[in-house]
């Protein structure tokens, strides 16, 4: 499972390049999402509608599975100012695109931007 996860992170290295636009980069987030649940063997939620206009998403999550899993159905770059700091190491190594312009500019390029709040197990 580390040699898968640790290629899919090579992958998506080279799969961004400066130029990505917000679409690009969601898209690119998307499809590492899909390929890190598959390689731990965490089934994806699939069936979900990907909205009409581009625009903010929120969520509440209690892992970085459910994360991981929401990002697998839509094509989403995450805000990641608000994740535990586990939680964003974690999708910088696995090569997840994050946001990295303001939401308004990646709207404005056509790409949904998720907002996460942590939730603590209960």
């Known amino acids: 499972m580390i040699r898968k996860l640790a290629g ?9 390049s400066p130029s990505s636009c917000s679409v690009e980069r969601a898209i690119i987030a998307q499809w590492v999402a899909k390929n890190a ?4 063997g965490v089934p994806a939620c699939v069936g979900t509608t990907e909205p009409t206009q ?9 892992s970085l599975t459910a ?21 964003r190491l974690a999708l910088r190594l ?16 056509g790409a949904s931007v998720l907002t996460v709040q942590h939730m603590l197990a209960a």
Do not use: C, F
């Open 8 to 16: 899919l992170a090579v992958d998506a290295r080279y799969a961004i």
């Open 94 to 109: 696995l090569g997840v695109p994050a946001l990295d312009r303001p939401a308004k500019v990646a709207i404005a390029e």
């Open 37 to 40: 649940l598959a390689a731990t």
């Open 54 to 62: 581009p625009g903010v998403l929120y969520m509440q999550a209690n």
């Open 67 to 87: 994360l991981l899993s929401a990002i697998a159905s839509v094509p989403v770059l995450v805000d990641a100012a608000h994740l535990p700091a586990r939680w």
